[in-house]
């Protein structure tokens, strides 16, 4: 007989009694709202049992369930090892089809596939939250910063001071690395990395970070904008950044129970110790780190250090450590230079008042633009000193570096006025550079002004204390270095109803 759907155990029962008071299957179908096909499967279930109306009003609802829905009878065919089919899963390339596969070739009679992956399902839901995820061996690392930030205190002043904690979780193994830092910063970001690389001895195929900052500029699920030094290194490492989305705590599940677990296992313990350093603290947060990782975890009953064993081998090679590097954005100046920290480096002159890419460490600095390098140079951290490769230069500045001595002899060439307003801006310009690009600027006017109309303007500039590049140009510009401006503005100020100067000096009094 084909089983009817299960009735609560009430409605089993007014079946009963409906039943016991002798109305037909229909009658107590109407009033049950139920099928009379299935009034009928639960009536000849209690005429079959051979129980007494009697009886059945004293039974329990599990024993009035034994009664007509007896358990059906367990399956001859082998359940699939579950644990097995979890762990492989976690291997590059393996399916559940495939597991399947080789099921079927030690078990002929087993499951079918859809079966095999319903159970595999069902049992794959008792598991702890954190391991519904199929993570491939070698394939994601979680990173983020803590919360909770442990605290060191300075031995002399006695100051308590918070510093961060950097924490790494494996997908597979969720073999896990911690480390402190003083700070969020983009180099403390980095360098946690290459320290996270070099404890695991590989690099993993993805890197998941929150949206900090330091690793992420801009945040967007589709295209985010990944920091320049930050994909720089992934490059290095050959390695991808792939970005959990904003308020998203799902996405990266490792790292939320990585950095709560280091908070439990490894700040806690430590609670009541005192560190004077921050190279004290990481000493005593690699010892709780070891501990953590060797202990067994529930449900799989393996510690995470034995997990990584096998995950070890599927992360890519270690290179040699990357060196940090910073990116920033510029607009190269009039003087085909660029500024680094306050020193200048040229580019060719062609990208004047275009933007490139400088990318720059403690030894080189590369420029860039349009992806394409244009330009090289050693690292100098002399404060307003220029960096100059001639073949930058056009034609007509080579053989002149810009330095405030080489611009003085320059000036002197088209005449004193120029030097002596060259002079004034370059003392009275609170930055070196701007004083110096003025400079520059107003010789530069010689090339396209004759040198005796620069000397005029210069001198022009110079009696009504204009002190700026733009103010020359101007006045070359408007034809204005031999115009008695002063004349023109008297006569054009000149009515009767203005006094005028002469007035105030007492002749028309």
Not at 191 to 213: Q, S
Request: net charge positive; glycine share 4%.
């Amino acid at each position: 007989m084909k089983r009817k759907r299960k009735l609560d155990m009430r409605t089993v029962k007014e079946i009963i009694r409906l039943f016991n008071s002798g109305l037909s299957n229909r009658k107590i179908a109407l009033s049950c709202n139920i099928s009379p096909t299935t009034v009928s499967f639960y009536i000849n279930r209690f005429k079959s049992s051979g129980t007494t109306y009697g009886a059945f009003i004293s039974l329990t609802d599990e024993e009035i369930k034994a009664l007509f829905l007896p358990e059906a009878p367990k399956p001859l065919r082998p359940l699939p090892d579950m644990e097995y089919i979890h762990s492989e899963l976690k291997r590059k390339g393996v399916t559940l089809y495939l597991l399947w596969e080789e099921y079927m070739m030690n078990n002929p009679a087993g499951y079918r596939y859809t079966q095999f992956c319903c159970h595999y399902g069902r049992w794959k839901k008792t598991l702890n939250p954190v391991m519904r995820f199929n993570h491939k061996m070698g394939e994601k690392v979680f990173v983020d910063f803590s919360g909770f930030k442990p605290k060191i205190k300075n031995p002399v002043t006695g100051e308590i001071t918070e510093v961060e904690l950097f924490v790494g979780v494996l997908g597979a193994s969720s073999y896990t690395f911690a480390y402190a830092v003083t700070c969020q910063s983009l180099e403390s970001w980095i360098n946690c990395h290459i320290k996270m690389f070099e404890f695991f001895g590989g690099v993993p195929a993805a890197i998941v970070p929150d949206n900090l900052k330091s690793g992420v500029t801009r945040a967007n699920y589709y295209d985010p904008e990944i920091n320049p030094t930050y994909l720089e290194m992934s490059l290095h490492y050959d390695t991808v950044i792939i970005p959990a989305r904003p308020c998203k705590p799902k996405d990266k599940p490792k790292a939320e129970n990585g950095v709560l677990n280091s908070q439990r296992r490894i700040l806690a313990p430590l609670r009541d110790k005192t560190f004077f350093s921050i190279e004290e603290l990481n000493l005593a947060i690699a010892a709780e780190l070891k501990d953590y990782n060797d202990r067994p975890m529930q449900k799989i009953l393996k510690s995470r250090t034995e997990l990584f064993k096998e995950e070890k081998l599927h992360l890519k090679p270690l290179p040699e450590r990357y060196e940090l590097s910073f990116w920033k954005r510029a607009k190269v100046g009039i003087d085909y230079h660029v500024d680094v920290n306050g020193t200048h480096y040229s580019v060719p002159y062609q990208l004047i008042h275009r933007d490139v890419d400088i990318c720059y460490n403690h030894e080189l600095i590369k420029i860039y633009h349009n992806s394409k390098i244009i330009a090289s140079h050693e690292r100098s951290f002399t404060k307003s000193y220029f960096v100059t490769s001639p073949e930058h230069m056009p034609a007509s500045h080579r053989g002149i570096f810009i330095t405030p001595e080489k611009i003085m002899e320059e000036s002197l060439k088209i005449g004193s006025n120029t030097a002596l307003l060259i002079e004034k801006i370059m003392e009275d310009r609170r930055s070196p550079e701007s004083s110096l690009r003025s400079a520059l600027g107003i010789i530069r006017l010689n090339g396209k002004y004759p040198a005796a109309r620069v000397e005029a303007a210069c001198g022009k500039a110079l009696n009504f204390s204009l002190y700026r590049y733009r103010n020359v140009k101007n006045i070359l510009d408007k034809n204005l270095e031999n115009d008695f401006i002063e004349n023109k503005l008297e006569n054009k100020i000149a009515h009767e109803n203005i006094r005028g100067a002469e007035y105030y000096k007492g002749e028309l009094c």
